[in-house]
């Protein structure tokens, strides 16, 4: 496992700021303090637009008009996913910034590879996070626009993934990230936390 916890800086690398720069690569290394503010930014732009505004905008958060045990049922049932799921976001923002040292935005990635907490389980926790966090909503409030809504953004994340963020991580990490996407699935959950 990759860890950035009480690691020191190389003699290579000059502040400049709040980030500093190694003279053997152009990127730019982000400070914790930076990193929690651009992360922040960030989960307020994505994951706050993706699975919260967006579906206001489909399903005008409107509840059934009837308070039958089935639909009380639903609401309790959606409500604990998307609880869940807001948890399960910010325990991997702040991940980013603590182990990471970036943060998940592709502008600023992170300065080692996160593979600790919920990424010894799954690949891309945030992602299903928001997919689960837009189903629980389909379940509060019955909306089958949500439902779709929530296979599109997964199809597009998992398209992403593929095309952009596998190969970067590669390149970036190499034989680490390697090791890592062979021993934890990108979508369904390990039932055991991955101990590399």
């Known amino acids: 496992m990759v860890e950035a916890h009480g690691l020191p800086e190389p003699p290579s690398r000059q502040a400049v700021g709040c980030f500093t720069s190694s003279g053997a690569s152009s990127l730019a290394v982000m400070r914790r303090p930076a990193a929690a503010l651009a992360t922040g930014a960030f989960f307020l732009v994505a994951p706050c637009v993706v699975a919260g505004l967006v579906p206001w905008l489909i399903s005008g958060w409107q509840l059934p008009g009837t308070a039958s045990t089935v639909v009380v049922v639903r609401v309790v049932a959606g409500a604990i996913?998307?609880?869940?799921?807001?948890?399960v976001l910010v325990r991997n923002f702040a991940r980013f910034v603590m182990e990471g040292r970036g943060t998940p935005a592709p502008i600023a990635p992170p300065e080692q590879l996160v593979v600790g907490g919920d990424y010894r389980y799954v690949r891309n926790p945030m992602y299903v996070a928001i997919v689960a966090a837009v189903l629980g909503q389909a379940i509060i409030f019955g909306s089958q626009?949500?439902?779709?809504?929530?296979?599109?953004?997964?199809a597009v994340m998992a398209t992403f993934v593929r095309a952009y963020e596998e190969p970067t991580l590669l390149r970036r990490f190499g034989g680490s990230y390697e090791r890592y996407r062979s021993n934890v699935r990108a979508w369904v959950p390990r039932l055991h936390p991955w101990q590399g």
Do not use: E
């Not at 996913?81 to 948890?87: C, K, P, R, T, W």
């Not at 626009?145 to 997964?154: F, R």
């Open 145 to 154: 626009s949500l439902l779709i809504y929530a296979v599109a953004i997964w």
């Open 81 to 87: 996913l998307v609880l869940g799921s807001v948890l």
